[in-house]
């Protein structure tokens, strides 16, 4: 059975399903009629959003690139490489296009001539940290998304809710399961709260605006 999650908000084609399976993820992934943005499945559970990206959510998204960047500015030694939005499969049992996707340190993928354009776990190592940009998606973002990222032991994981204008940081631990940190362990010692306050300013501010202050913060660091 497919129901709508954004009953509210008719123009937002967002479907979820359970029960589903691999083929009917690589039915809707490859469907040539229809297009979707977002795209997840994990034990069962097929989520898919064919709607289009609002000003709001791409606004934190991008803010969220140049901070990454100006970061790695301040911290070549780093090695950080962005794929946000980049579709992710573990054959068989679990896809996810997470709105920020960071590598870090070496063997990072690379796309080749003839290789499908995606990551594939089967042969390339999982992201060091991915996060969701949560417009009208926070409930699933933190729940059925969280799961899925821990059942493929990304390290950490950032839910940032354009609403509250806050940032869930969550670690993956020993147990497998993510608890919230207030420093990341990816970016080592930057702190979870400058990156909320630097969200903060978008209600005052541009996103490059934000991302100058930010910038500002790290230098005094």
């Keep these: ?12 084609l967002i ?41 709001n959510h791409a606004s934190f998204s991008d803010l969220m690139t140049i901070i990454f960047g100006f970061w790695a500015f301040l911290h070549p030694e780093e090695s950080l490489q962005s794929y946000g939005r980049c579709l992710i499969e573990k054959p068989q049992t ?9 590598y870090k340190g070496e063997n990072i993928p ?21 996060g969701e940009i949560a417009d009208t998606t926070l409930s699933i973002d933190l729940d059925e998304q969280k799961q899925l990222y821990a059942s493929l032991g990304i390290q950490e994981y950032w839910v940032i809710d354009t609403k509250g204008m806050r940032l869930f940081a969550f670690g993956l631990g020993e ?12 970016l080592t ?12 300013r978008l209600g005052t501010e541009t996103n490059t605006a934000a991302a100058n202050w930010f910038m500002q913060q790290l230098q005094q660091y």
């Excluded at 147990?175 to 990341?184: A, L, N």
Aim: net charge negative; hydrophobic share 35%; charged share 25%.
């Design 94 to 102: 679990q896809a996810c296009a997470p709105d920020l996707v960071l």
């Design 175 to 186: 147990t497998g399961k993510y608890t919230e940190i207030t420093q990341s362990q990816v």
């Design 15 to 55: 479907t979820e399903r359970h029960g589903a399976s691999w083929q009917d993820y690589l039915s809707v992934r490859d469907n040539p009629e229809g297009k979707w943005r977002k795209i997840s499945f994990h034990q069962g559970w097929l989520w898919v959003d064919m709607g289009t990206e609002g000003p």
């Design 1 to 12: 059975m497919i129901i709508s999650l954004e009953q509210t908000h008719p123009s937002n």
């Design 189 to 200: 010692g930057l702190p979870i709260a400058l990156v909320e306050q630097t969200l903060e």
């Design 110 to 130: 690379k796309w080749q001539p003839g290789v499908k354009r995606r990551i594939d776990l089967a042969s390339d190592r999982i992201p060091d940290l991915v």
